[in-house]
């Protein structure tokens, strides 16, 4: 039997239950956080929350890979700078063994232009008195040793009265060469030494035993000549003292009446077109040897050191290829950075082994072109270094500006998706305090209208 229930007891229990009916919802809303459960409740806002999400896992998940690929290029940037500090220290070395260029120098010296008895005479050392000796012989009548009253020559050609005289020397080392001449009617053995000290070829210098010394500014080999020619005024063609004194060399057409090799310095074969060798073949720095391993360890580090500058199975060090993907796209829309190593040595940096001796692909310390080009070929190593630490920083800031902007933007969408579907919970909590309320006034306005049925039993 169906039971009848008044309006007003009706009304109240329809109220009763919306009420609990959206606490219900409410409650749900509060213990998910969300006031979009299911596309039931807002199919639009469902799924574009679960397109964006998608898209922000996907970022996310990217940011591992890109965090590699930084790690990966620091790996390879901080080996830079460790081979650019041995390239540094290599540098040293060469420096070093440059510091003691003047123990290995070719030198040469001649016989001795003054004697005891010149000393024992003129009351000078030997160095003095060859110093001051001419170069020709212009007092034939009388011995060419010097005296108290005359300074003497080393037996050059002999000057006739009215000649004029001109020297001339030649040096060459390695590929430079020096060539002068000037007028030496009265010249010196000092002004010889001082002609052959402009040529920045060699050196020269007389020592306490009266000996001419050539001595190569280099370790290369040095070939030194000198002769000296007269000239007589009065010979057929020869030229005149202004065309002598202007021109400072003879010409072709000048009729020479003596020339000599200038054999008295003690030179063999000094010939002004070839001169006499120089060498410094027997000649080691014990420095500079001692320096040639510690030379080739650092050069040795420098490939270890690259080898060992790899990230989780990558070195860009070693020629590695190295590919950083930016976003979830494919194909032609996927953004991606490449960065394409380089196999780091320390032969392809132009950086070749060491040794003591002259062997084609080596760099022989003991010569000072050697470690001159050396020098060169390390400062080109440093450039090279700069150059590649330039390009893996820009590719680094450009990895890590992606990193942060792809962070960002997996929070941008996130929170996009949450502005959808999350809930506000405290208006949801305001909303089911009200709704307390009203329960209770509902089941209070139910009770009133039981009440009022209950009057009919009064009547009996």
């Not at 040096?171 to 030496?184: G, I, M, Q, R």
């Not at 010394?213 to 000198?226: T, Y």
């Amino acid at each position: 039997m169906a039971v009848t229930l008044s309006a007003g007891v009706r009304g109240a229990l329809t109220s009763l239950q919306s009420v609990t009916s959206q606490s219900t919802g409410i409650q749900n809303r509060l213990a998910t956080g969300k006031k979009v459960n299911s596309a039931v409740d807002n199919p639009v806002n469902y799924f574009t929350a679960v397109g964006l999400n998608d898209r922000s896992s996907q970022l996310t998940g990217l940011l591992d890979g890109i965090s590699n690929g930084i790690q990966t290029v620091q790996a390879a940037s901080k080996g830079i700078d460790g081979i650019t500090k041995l390239v540094g220290s290599l540098q040293s070395t060469i420096k070093q063994a440059q510091a003691d260029a003047a123990q290995n120098r070719p030198t040469k010296a001649g016989t001795a232009l003054a004697t005891a008895t010149e000393a024992a005479v003129t009351s000078k050392s030997l160095k003095d008195i060859a110093l001051d000796k001419r170069i020709t012989d212009n007092n034939a009548a009388v011995a060419n040793d010097a005296t108290a009253t005359y300074s003497g020559n080393i037996g050059g050609p002999a000057l006739a009265a009215g000649s004029e005289s001109m020297t001339s020397i030649y040096l060459k080392s390695d590929t430079n060469t020096y060539t002068a001449s000037f007028k030496s009617t009265t010249a010196t053995v000092r002004d010889v030494v001082n002609e052959i000290n402009k040529s920045g070829v060699a050196t020269a210098f007389v020592d306490e035993k009266g000996q001419l010394n050539i001595k190569g500014n280099g370790s290369e080999e040095v070939q030194f000549g000198i002769d000296t020619v007269v000239f007589a005024p009065a010979a057929a063609g020869a030229p005149t003292q202004t065309e002598f004194d202007t021109a400072g060399t003879a010409s072709a057409t000048a009729a020479a009446t003596a020339t000599n090799d200038n054999t008295s310095f003690g030179f063999e074969a000094d010939d002004v077109t070839a001169g006499s060798g120089i060498t410094g073949q027997n000649i080691t720095s014990s420095v500079r040897s001692n320096l040639i391993q510690q030379y080739n360890d650092l050069r040795t580090q420098i490939d270890e050191l690259a080898k060992d500058s790899g990230f989780n199975g990558l070195n860009l060090l070693q020629g590695d290829r190295l590919t950083v993907t930016f976003n979830e796209k494919g194909g032609k829309n996927q953004s991606k950075m490449d960065i394409q190593g380089t196999n780091l040595t320390s032969d392809n940096l132009g950086i070749i082994s060491a040794n003591n001796t002259k062997i084609t692909g080596f760099t022989n310390f003991q010569n000072d072109a050697d470690l001159a080009k050396a020098g060169e070929s390390l400062n080109s190593a440093l450039t090279s270094l700069k150059s590649l630490s330039s390009t893996f920083g820009a590719n680094l800031s450009v990895a890590q500006t992606r990193q942060d902007f792809t962070k960002d933007m997996a929070n941008v969408l996130t929170i996009g998706a949450d502005n959808l579907v999350n809930a506000d919970v405290n208006a949801e909590a305001a909303s089911l305090l009200a709704l307390q309320t009203r329960q209770q006034l509902s089941q209070t306005a139910l009770s009133l209208s039981n009440q009022a049925d209950q009057g009919v039993l009064r009547l009996f």
